[in-house]
């Protein structure tokens, strides 16, 4: 499935949509410098792309609009920034 795009050309994902983020299980990598990696969006978490990571009081474990699988195994959650098309 590949992402719609709105009037301002910006891609729209559903589940479904295969796509590319940035993922690195190494702890030292600092993040951008994250390779990308493709997969496919298997879930949506609709209205947490608009509570800001500073609303939770932390930078950890915060909620994200998609859940991820990407084709190497792991299970990711990002929003539409962190994303693009495949």
């Given amino acids: 499935m590949t992402p719609h795009t ?3 050309n910006k891609p729209e994902f559903s589940v479904g949509t ?3 983020t940035r993922h690195s299980v190494d702890p030292e990598l600092p ?3 994250w390779p990308l ?9 609709g209205g947490v792309q608009d509570i800001t990571d ?3 009081g932390r930078n950890w474990a915060v909620s994200r609009r998609w ?3 990407l084709d190497g195994g792991p299970l990711v959650f990002r929003n539409d920034p962190d994303l ?3």
Avoid: C, L, Q
């Fill in 6 to 8: 709105d009037s301002r």
């Fill in 18 to 20: 295969r796509v590319k």
């Fill in 31 to 33: 993040e951008k410098e």
């Fill in 37 to 45: 990696e493709t997969g496919v969006i298997v879930d949506e978490f």
């Fill in 54 to 56: 500073e609303s939770y």
């Fill in 67 to 69: 859940a991820i699988a």
């Fill in 84 to 86: 693009e098309p495949e």
